[in-house]
C-alpha cells in the first residue's frame, strides 16, 4: 500500500524534532539546516505549519532534470535523489512549484523528501502526530470522519 | 561530539573576534550552560566589576545536549555580573536560539568590553561581522528581530536581543529571544545594553553530532516516551506552567499585594481555565501551546488580547498574538499587584517581551510603589498622574509601557524594588533577596522555598532548587536543609546540560546521566554528574564571595520572618529561616559564615 506524510498543523508546536530526525536520518548529525521537512511559524507562533514534498505523481522536479537524476521509488512512491547522476544544476529547486527540493551548497547536490526510504523518521519522531504516515488513498479520511461526526442529529434532539 | 570544542570571543571594544579551543578540562569538569559558563566567568572577570561598566564579561552559553534530539534541548545560558544584584547572573531561556549558536559551531559567545557604537553581532557559521544596529537602537525586541531578518534576506537566522529596557539599562532587563523567549533575571539584558550590544544573529549549517549515536538514539527514544507518559508533562503540555497559580492560591503560598497576603480573590479570571472561557465580547484568551527547540513537552502559551479591551482598542499593532501568561507572569502581573485582568496582564506581558525586561521583578517592584502609594508616601504627582493602587489594572498597564521604554515614573521603575524603595525611605518594602525580587511562593507557607530563595547564588529565584514535595508534606522548618542542598546540586546539574528543568516532571537524575554518557566523551556517572553540580554551586559562590557578597546576604525580608501568614495551610507561621541557615551551611560543609570550607574546596577540585 503507497502511503504519504499527513500533516496536521493544528497539533504542531514548533518543536523540531522532525527536522533533526531528518537531517539525522540523512547526514547522520542533528542539523534542521539540511532538514528536508520545514516548520514554518507565522504571527509569534500562533501558527506552526511542517512542509515537504508531497511526492508528486507527475512531478515537475523529475521532468526538468536534464540529467534523469530524480526517479520514482516504485515500492514507496517516492521521488528521489540520484546523489551519483545529479550535477547540481539547480533546474529542479526552480520548477518545484512548492520550493520543497532544495540545493546543499557542502554536496553540490540538491536534497528532497524521499520519506525514508518508507518509514519516515519525522512522523516517528514527532511527539503530537501533527505529522503522520498513512493510506495515500485516504488522507482524507480523519476530516471526513470529524465532519460526519457532526450529522448526527437525531441523537443530538434525543 | 555535542560539543562543538569552540568558542567565540568578541572584543567590542576593538570590533574584532576570534575563535578558541573549548577547555575540555573545564567541560569534563563542569559539564557546559551553566556550569562551564560560570567557570569562564570566575577566570574572565574581576567579580569586583562594575555589572553595568565595560569590564564585566557576558556569556551567552550552551550545553553538550543543546542542538540534539534529546527531549527540550533548546536550553542556553547567558551569564555575568548582575546589575541588579550585584553578584553572579546565570539566566536561562528556551526558543530556537541556543540550538542555533551550536549548529553554526560555537559552544559559548563570550563578549568583552564596550562597544563604541551600538552594534550587532551577525553569524553564519565561520563569519562572524560586527554590524552597526543605527537602525535597531531604541527599537523594540519585534522590530529588531523582522528588521534583521529581511536586512539579511535571511529568514532562518535566530536572533537574541534587547529591547528599549536593555538599551536604558533597567536593573531587570531581559535577552529576548524568538520573539517571547528571555534569558529573564537579573539585568542581563542592561549588561548587553551597557556595551551597546543589540543583538546577536545566528544561523548554522554545521550539525550536532554525539558521540554513540546508536545508543543515544536508543536513550532519547526511551527517555521521549517516559517524558510523554508522566501526568506532570501532560499537565504542563495542556495547562503551561499557570496551574499553579490555582495550587498556591488553595494552598495559600500565593504572594499578593507585595506580599502582605497569601491567597488573592481574583485568581479565578486569570487562571487557566479563565484562559479558555469566551469573555463576554465571546474573546478566548488563549491560542494554541507552543514548544522550544527540541522540546516534547511545549508548555509555552499563545494568546491574543481582547481587540476591545482598553489596552488595546486604538492599537491594532497589539492585535496579533504573542507569548500568554505562564505562572511567573500571571503571578507577578496579577495578585502581587492586585489586579485580576486578563486582558491588562497579557498586555502588560507583551510590553515584557517586546521591550524587554523580567515581568517578575517588574510586578514586584510596581507591587512596592504601590504600597508606597497607598501609605501616602508616593503622590499622584510624582506618579505620571496615575492612581497606583493594589488592583489598578490601568496602572498596571501604563506602567508596563512607560517602564519599557523609560518613561516617567517608568525610569523610577525601572531601578527595582530594593533601589527604588531604598530612595523613598522604605527599604523594608522590597520583597527579594540580594537585591533580586521574589518569584510567586512566600516563603511563610514554603519553608524550604525560603531556604532555597535566601541561599540561590544569584538572588532570590524559585527555579535553582526543588522541594515542593518535602514543603507540601511538612510545613515546619525541620528537615528542609539537605534536600535544598541536594536539589540545588541536582539542579545546578541539569541547567549545565543543556536540557530544560521542566523534564522533571517525568525523568529522574539516571535519565540526564544517561543522555550525557551517550552523547559526550568519557564515562559519565551519577556521581560524576552530581558532583559537578555541587561543584558548579560552590563556584558560584566563590565568584559571588569575590564579588564581596558574605553569610549576611543569606536573609529573607523583614515581612517573611516576622509578620505571619494570614491565611492559608501556613496560617500564622513565619519563615523560620534562623532555624535552616546553620543546617544547610553544614549540609554544604560551609562555615558558620557561610564560606566553603578548605575541606570542601579540595574535594570539589576548587
Redesign the interface.
Known amino acids: 500500500m503507497q502511503k504519504s506524510l499527513l500533516i496536521d498543523p493544528d497539533k504542531c508546536t514548533s518543536c523540531l524534532q522532525c527536522e533533526m530526525a531528518c537531517s539525522f536520518e540523512h547526514e547522520g548529525v542533528f542539523n534542521p539546516a539540511r532538514s528536508r521537512i520545514k516548520i514554518f511559524e507565522f504571527e509569534h507562533g500562533k501558527r506552526a505549519v511542517p512542509y515537504t514534498c508531497t511526492q508528486c505523481a507527475e512531478a515537475w522536479c523529475l521532468h526538468a532534470c536534464p540529467v534523469e537524476a530524480l526517479v520514482r521509488n516504485p515500492a514507496t512512491g517516492a521521488v528521489e535523489v540520484k546523489d551519483e547522476i545529479c550535477v547540481g544544476c539547480k533546474v529542479c529547486t526552480i520548477a518545484c512549484p512548492f520550493g520543497t527540493v532544495n540545493y546543499n551548497p557542502d554536496t553540490g547536490k540538491v536534497i528532497k523528501c524521499d520519506l525514508c526510504g518508507g518509514d519516515p523518521q519525522c512522523a516517528e519522531a514527532c511527539p503530537t502526530d501533527a505529522i503522520t504516515y498513512v493510506d495515500s488513498a485516504w488522507t482524507g479520511y480523519e476530516r471526513m470522519q470529524a465532519w460526519a461526526a457532526k450529522t448526527d442529529s437525531k441523537a443530538a434532539a434525543v | 561530539m555535542s560539543w562543538q570544542r569552540k568558542v567565540l570571543r568578541v572584543n567590542l571594544t576593538k570590533g574584532t573576534s576570534k575563535t578558541e579551543p573549548l577547555n575540555m578540562e573545564w567541560a569534563n569538569a563542569y559539564i557546559g550552560e551553566r556550569g562551564l559558563g560560570t567557570k569562564y566567568l570566575s577566570e574572565n572577570m574581576d567579580p569586583k566589576a562594575d555589572p553595568l561598566g565595560p569590564d564585566n564579561v557576558l556569556i551567552f552559553a550552551t550545553g553538550p545536549l543543546t542542538?540534539?534530539?534529546a527531549s527540550t534541548s533548546g536550553r542556553y545560558a547567558v551569564l555575568c555580573k548582575g546589575p541588579l544584584t550585584n553578584a553572579i547572573a546565570c539566566s536561562n531561556s528556551g526558543g530556537?536560539f541556543g540550538?542555533e549558536m551550536k549548529?553554526a559551531g560555537y559552544d559559548l559567545i563570550i563578549l568583552e568590553g564596550k562597544s563604541p557604537k551600538p552594534v550587532y553581532l551577525h553569524i553564519i557559521d565561520d563569519e562572524v561581522e560586527i554590524l552597526a544596529a543605527d537602525e535597531l537602537w531604541g527599537k523594540g525586541v519585534w522590530f529588531t528581530e523582522d528588521w534583521i531578518k529581511s536586512h539579511h534576506s535571511n529568514p532562518?537566522l535566530k536572533v537574541a536581543s534587547i529591547g528599549e529596557a536593555g538599551e536604558n539599562m533597567v536593573r531587570y532587563a531581559c535577552v529576548i529571544n524568538d520573539?517571547?523567549r528571555a534569558a529573564g533575571r537579573s539585568g542581563v539584558g542592561a549588561v548587553m545594553g551597557s556595551k551597546n550590544l543589540k543583538a546577536i544573529a545566528c544561523?548554522?549549517?554545521?550539525?550536532?553530532?554525539v558521540d554513540d549515536?546508536k545508543r543515544f538514539?536508543k536513550v532519547v527514544k526511551e527517555t521521549?516516551k517516559k517524558l510523554?507518559e508522566s501526568g506532570g508533562r501532560k499537565e504542563l503540555t495542556k495547562v503551561g506552567t499557570n496551574a499553579m497559580i490555582d495550587v498556591m492560591q488553595e494552598w495559600g503560598g500565593l504572594p499578593t499585594r507585595n506580599f502582605q497576603e497569601v491567597q488573592f480573590e481574583g485568581t479565578d479570571k486569570i487562571n487557566p481555565e479563565a484562559a479558555v472561557t469566551p469573555n463576554a465580547h465571546g474573546h478566548v484568551n488563549l491560542?494554541?501551546?507552543?514548544?522550544?527547540?527540541?522540546?516534547?513537552i511545549?508548555c509555552?502559551r499563545?494568546a491574543?488580547i481582547d481587540k476591545e479591551h482598553f489596552t488595546v482598542v486604538n492599537r491594532k499593532e497589539y492585535w496579533?498574538?504573542?507569548?500568554g501568561l505562564e505562572y511567573e507572569t500571571a503571578f507577578a502581573l496579577g495578585p502581587v499587584v492586585g489586579v485580576d485582568d486578563i486582558d491588562a496582564l497579557t498586555f502588560a506581558n507583551f510590553m515584557m517581551n517586546e521591550h524587554g525586561m523580567d515581568p517578575i521583578s517588574f510586578g514586584v517592584t510596581l507591587a512596592a510603589a504601590m504600597e508606597l502609594y497607598e501609605m501616602g508616601v508616593l503622590t499622584k504627582e510624582q506618579t505620571d498622574g496615575i492612581e497606583l493602587k493594589f488592583g489598578n489594572a490601568e496602572a498596571l498597564a501604563v506602567m508596563a509601557e512607560k517602564t519599557g521604554k523609560g518613561e516617567g515614573f517608568g525610569k523610577i521603575l525601572g531601578m527595582g524594588s530594593m533601589r527604588m524603595t531604598a530612595k523613598y525611605g522604605h527599604p523594608e518594602l522590597f520583597m527579594g533577596v540580594k537585591g533580586q525580587e521574589f518569584a510567586g511562593y512566600d516563603s511563610r507557607a514554603l519553608q524550604g522555598m525560603g531556604l532555597g530563595y535566601a541561599t540561590s547564588n544569584r538572588g532570590a529565584c524559585h527555579l535553582k532548587h526543588d522541594v515542593f514535595g518535602e514543603d507540601m508534606e511538612d510545613i515546619s522548618g525541620n528537615n528542609k536543609a539537605q534536600p535544598v542542598k541536594d536539589s540545588q546540586d541536582r539542579v545546578a546539574m541539569i541547567d549545565s546540560t543543556g536540557l530544560c528543568l521542566f523534564t522533571t516532571a517525568g525523568w529522574g537524575v539516571e535519565d540526564f546521566v544517561d543522555q550525557l554518557d551517550a552523547a559526550c566523551e568519557g564515562t559519565w556517572t551519577k556521581e560524576r554528574c552530581l558532583e559537578s553540580g555541587e561543584r558548579t554551586w560552590t563556584l558560584e559562590r566563590m565568584f559571588n564571595m569575590r564579588a564581596g557578597l558574605t553569610g549576611a546576604d543569606d536573609t529573607l525580608p523583614k515581612r517573611l520572618l516576622e509578620d505571619p501568614a494570614p491565611s492559608g495551610n501556613a496560617k500564622g507561621k513565619v519563615a523560620e529561616l534562623g532555624k535552616m541557615m546553620p543546617e544547610y551551611y553544614a549540609a554544604r560543609g560551609w562555615t558558620k559564615e557561610g564560606m566553603p570550607t578548605n575541606e570542601t574546596l579540595n574535594r570539589l577540585a576548587l
Do not use: D, E, R
Open positions: 542542538g540534539t534530539m530556537k540550538a549548529f532562518n520573539l517571547h544561523h548554522g549549517t554545521k550539525g550536532v553530532s549515536p538514539m521521549h510523554a491560542i494554541t501551546n507552543k514548544a522550544c527547540f527540541g522540546c516534547t511545549a509555552g499563545i491574543h496579533h498574538a504573542s507569548g
